[in-house]
């Protein structure tokens, strides 16, 4: 049963970051195009490893504030828009307030459409001062923050580049979500580019991975020639994750209109506290689909942890 497959691979996760040597695990979920899946795989990815018993931190850098609705405090009293995370990167030594226990765990700091001024600010910073200072700005921020967890993801807003290098100069690690089509594929250059201008200041910055996010599991050859071009693409710089995301309209639809993710969905069907909504097949046919967006971010989080935990047992 899927729920039992979670809580051995959490497990797993749990026990693998219990033992391995401490570190500044910032993982930035990035790609400039819209769509492909990052919210969604940032917002699993920190769920699932907190759901292991390890803290983590989730900064949504988003101005559409995405991750709110996966997480279902969109609209709420917990809801800023941003406010108080644009407040403590422009005000030098201020701490950015956290959503305690989002889930067990699991902290996040909130995005929203505050970002966008932040990112006119810090564009406006960036051509009136010489140097990278205001790209350094957001690290400085989640510094004082980073060593009470064991993980802290950074979900990275498409279309705004001082956003986007701002996360990657404050993070230890990139993991890029894409979907199979070609201008997904071309995206790759763009994010390679955004890669090595953050490296000039953060040059510790590492490539985890590639995730191909939207697949059809029985497209096999689609599939093989995408992850061929996709590693052509990178020139070897990191793998293409072996655990790939399937995709399905109705659960993604369900995650931002109920506010759970893929496996917490699963869980209402299937102990049928979803019976008044959905009855009958509809119930079986939701509740199939769940399991299997849930399982394949099981791996995938599973993946990109032991990934994380290698390069750390590699640098040390």
Do not use: W
């Not at 940032?42 to 983590?56: D, E, I």
């Not at 996040?108 to 966008?116: C, N, P, W």
């Amino acid at each position: 049963m899927l729920l039992d497959d979670c809580n051995l691979n959490c497990n797993l996760i749990g026990y693998l970051m219990a033992f391995a040597p401490a570190g500044p695990r910032t993982v930035a979920v990035t790609n400039g195009k819209g769509g492909v899946g990052k919210t969604t795989t940032s917002t699993h990815l920190a769920s699932l490893t907190a759901a292991s018993g390890q803290k983590v931190l989730l900064v949504d850098l988003d101005p559409q504030g995405n991750c709110g609705e996966d997480l279902g405090y969109t609209d709420t009293d917990l809801d800023d828009n941003g406010d108080s995370l644009v407040a403590a990167v422009l005000s030098k030594g201020r701490t950015a307030p956290r959503l305690a226990r989002v889930r067990d765990n699991l902290d996040v700091i909130v995005g929203g459409d505050s970002l966008d001024d932040l990112a006119d600010m810090l564009a406006g910073r960036q051509r009136r001062e010489s140097g990278n200072g205001s790209a350094a700005l957001l690290a400085e921020t989640l510094a004082p923050l980073i060593d009470d967890y064991a993980l802290v993801v950074l979900d990275c807003p498409p279309r705004h580049e001082v956003l986007e290098i701002s996360a990657l100069v404050a993070a230890r690690y990139v993991v890029i979500p894409t979907r199979t089509d070609a201008s997904s594929v071309k995206g790759l250059r763009r994010v390679a580019a955004k890669f090595v201008k953050a490296r000039e200041v953060n040059p510790a910055l590492e490539l985890l991975g590639v995730v191909m996010y939207g697949t059809n599991p029985s497209a096999t050859r689609i599939r093989a020639e995408v992850r061929q071009r996709l590693e052509e693409a990178l020139q070897e710089a990191a793998p293409v994750f072996d655990a790939t995301v399937r995709y399905t309209e109705a659960t993604a639809y369900d995650i931002r209109e109920r506010g759970q993710l893929s496996h917490e969905l699963e869980a209402a069907l299937l102990d049928g506290s979803e019976r008044e909504r959905l009855r009958g097949t509809k119930r079986r046919a939701a509740a199939s689909a769940s399991k299997t967006l849930a399982a394949d971010f099981d791996a995938l989080t599973t993946e990109i942890v032991q990934g994380v935990l290698k390069r750390e047992a590699a640098d040390a």
